[in-house]
């Protein structure tokens, strides 16, 4: 019997822009996150996503729309996270997107997926530098995919979310130069086959469930736990503590950590250059 295979899947929530005070209401972080995920379970995967999207959005995606249309239009974890933010926990608009997320989390658990990433907290007044964070991202994201492909016997790809040519050609080239160097052990990614490559996300259910839990997720927690000490804008509002209580545990539960090199390498990281916060998971 041959290796099995993995996807990693990676998204991100945020951008690269300077936030210029605790109050400025850009995002004061860049979360960048992939999914580790079974390539014999994608189908099922994005059978059961389609369907998720079909009973809690209808209104999006009625009856008479053809089955396998429906994943071309997204449910953006943006938007959801926007509508828990202006709207009261208890609100129905605010419950139908947590039993969404609920269900959308329980599907991850049942098929075993895995989360890896960073969240970078922004500094006053400086944008982020979007090629080296990208750059450091998806090596380190490798190296965990990397780790968990050894555990498991298993090969993998990497799948990023489209961005624009510029910047895909230095997240693909930030793997390629790590798998072809010929210097220091050679290829650092034996068993990624390939160095990354880009999928629309229209056309893939794993990218949608990527950006869902970077954005609706990832992002808002970070928002709460880390970000909250320094800034005070959108991005912390107090309404983001019923995503923290809410599904804190059962995303902690899906990180992969792993060491390599005698170093721990945590499921989700936090680069925070404002103070010594490391995890999105304590306070």
């Not at 079909?54 to 996270?81: C, D, N, Q, V």
């Not at 969404?100 to 098929?111: G, N, P």
Request: proline fraction near 4%; aromatic fraction near 10%.
């Amino acid at each position: 019997m041959g290796a099995t295979l993995h996807f990693c899947y990676i998204d991100e929530s945020g951008d690269s822009q300077a936030i210029r005070s605790a109050s400025d209401d850009k995002q004061p972080m860049l979360v960048i996150g992939g999914l580790i995920v079974d390539a014999t379970k994608i189908s099922n995967i994005t059978h059961d996503f389609i369907s998720l999207k079909r009973k809690y959005y209808p209104g999006k995606f009625p009856a008479t729309m053809p089955y396998l249309s429906i994943l071309l239009t997204e449910i953006k974890g943006s938007e959801i996270r926007t509508d828990i933010r202006k709207n009261p926990p208890q609100s129905a608009i605010v419950q139908h997107h947590f039993h969404f997320l609920d269900d959308v989390i329980a599907l991850c658990k049942l098929y075993d997926i895995k989360i890896v990433g960073r969240v970078w907290i922004k500094k006053f007044g400086q944008p982020i530098n979007d090629k080296a964070v990208y750059t450091i991202s998806t090596q380190n994201i490798g190296k965990r995919f990397q780790s968990f492909l050894s555990e498991k016997s298993s090969r993998g790809v990497i799948i990023a979310d489209f961005r624009d040519p510029a910047r895909n050609q230095y997240v693909a080239h930030s793997i390629f130069t790590q798998k072809h160097k010929s210097s220091n052990g050679g290829d650092e990614f034996p068993l990624i086959e390939e160095t990354t490559v880009f999928g629309m996300s229209n056309n893939h259910a794993c990218l949608q469930i990527t950006d869902l839990i970077c954005s609706a997720l990832i992002s808002p927690i970070a928002g709460r736990v880390v970000c909250a000490s320094y800034f005070s804008n959108v991005h912390t509002h107090s309404n983001y503590d019923e995503i923290q209580k809410r599904y804190w545990r059962r995303l902690h539960q899906l990180q992969f950590h792993c060491k390599i090199n005698q170093s721990m390498y945590w499921g989700i990281s936090v680069d925070d250059p404002h103070g010594s916060k490391r995890s999105i998971f304590t306070r």
